[in-house]
């Protein structure tokens, strides 16, 4: 059975994790539900991560076609979000490696540890000026950001994307709001 | 919605009509697990061996020593390291092909790993498994026979001998 743009708002109340289930055992073509929840997000994430269009909707399509081929791996007692974004973040940084030379981003980049850390942006600051700035900020720090400002994602989920603690999560998202001050004030 | 990302559907879900992409079945995540298993159980056990010659190395072991010492290395679970290695690897191999793993504390993992392999080496040590290994077994034959070879006294059978006497005199 296919499923079409319309027939989508059937599933609007489904988990994630239902629909896991669901593909597994019943239907494969509800997959199609998944893409279509995901891919908008998905695409926004890894733009900012490697800064090409193109090269995004390959490792999106990458991402959607791992994720079924390892679908009866997932635990559906877990988080799916937090699953497939990590299968993005993978998948991103593969390319982010293999297309370094023509992508350079300083991946082991540090600041100072004195370096003061002011107060936080807001969040509507942040979105505004992320866009301007966000290139120019190492990768380290720029995505945990993006995930939690763009994405919305909780500091757990994005420990668990990135497979960090909680705790260095929450130190990068505040570096990168000191270092994407600098930058910004620098480039006014 | 851009041209690009209803290509993304459109080309994943092909994909899966078409039967050019399939899901692993479960038993493939399974035998990966097992896989992995059988890696940490053998590497435990490897592990555990070492810490005991180690532990039994650095003591005092008096002249049974070096016969306690060949036998330890002659009783090494050679297969261990074997196991181990093909087990991680094929393992790892497997489940870590996409990162489908999830997020786990390997810091305490590690450590959790190392200190059960120290404490299980020690118990081996201190509850001289070892010693038992000669008294018991096929290998008491083996003893009794380097025993008498190498006419050297004996512990266990000293106070064996010393109780019977104890009981001919009453």
């Known amino acids: ?188 | 919605m851009s041209k690009k990302q209803i290509n993304i559907k459109n080309n994943v879900m092909a994909q899966i009509r078409e039967g050019k992409i399939t899901m692993h079945s479960k038993a493939y995540f399974v035998v990966g697990s097992m896989f992995l298993f059988v890696g940490f159980i053998a590497l435990f056990i490897l592990s555990v061996f070492l810490i005991n010659i180690i532990f039994f190395v650095l003591k005092s072991h008096g002249p049974m020593g070096q016969y306690r010492l060949e036998l330890l290395i002659s009783n090494f679970p050679w297969w261990a390291p074997l196991f181990a290695i093909l087990g991680i690897v094929i393992g790892i191999g497997i489940l870590r092909k996409y990162d489908i793993s999830y997020k786990k504390n390997f810091f305490l993992l590690i450590l959790l790993f190392i200190g059960a392999i120290f404490l299980s080496g020690w118990l081996m040590d201190v509850t001289r498994v070892d010693d038992n290994w000669l008294k018991r077994g096929p290998m008491q034959k083996v003893m009794r026979h380097y025993i008498q070879n190498n006419d050297l006294p004996d512990r266990g059978f000293n106070k064996q001998m010393r109780n019977n006497r104890i009981m001919q005199f009453k």
């Not at chain 1, 997000?41 to 490792?59: C, F, N, P």
């Not at chain 1, 301007?132 to 994307?161: R, T, W």
């Open chain 1, 1 to 188: 059975m296919y499923y079409n743009v319309w027939d989508m708002s059937l599933f609007k109340k489904t988990t994630d994790e239902k629909l896991v289930e669901d593909i597994r055992s019943k239907n494969k073509e509800l997959y199609a539900v998944i893409v279509e929840r995901y891919q908008n997000k998905l695409m926004k994430y890894v733009v900012y991560l490697i800064h090409d269009e193109h090269k995004a909707a390959d490792v999106v399509q990458e991402t959607f076609i791992k994720a079924y081929i390892n679908l009866n791996g997932f635990n559906v007692k877990k988080n799916f979000s937090s699953w497939i974004y990590r299968i993005a973040h993978n998948e991103a940084m593969n390319m982010v490696k293999k297309y370094r030379k023509e992508v350079p981003m300083n991946l082991n980049f540090d600041i100072k540890s004195d370096l003061e850390l002011e107060e936080e942006f807001s969040k509507k600051e942040i979105k505004e000026k992320a866009e301007k700035c966000l290139n120019q900020i190492p990768i380290i720090y720029s995505e945990p950001l993006v995930l939690h400002f763009l994405d919305d994602k909780s500091y757990k989920e994005i420990s668990d994307i990135l497979r960090i603690p909680m705790g260095t999560v929450a130190i990068r998202i505040n570096r990168a709001k000191a270092i994407m001050r600098n930058i910004c004030q620098k480039n006014k």
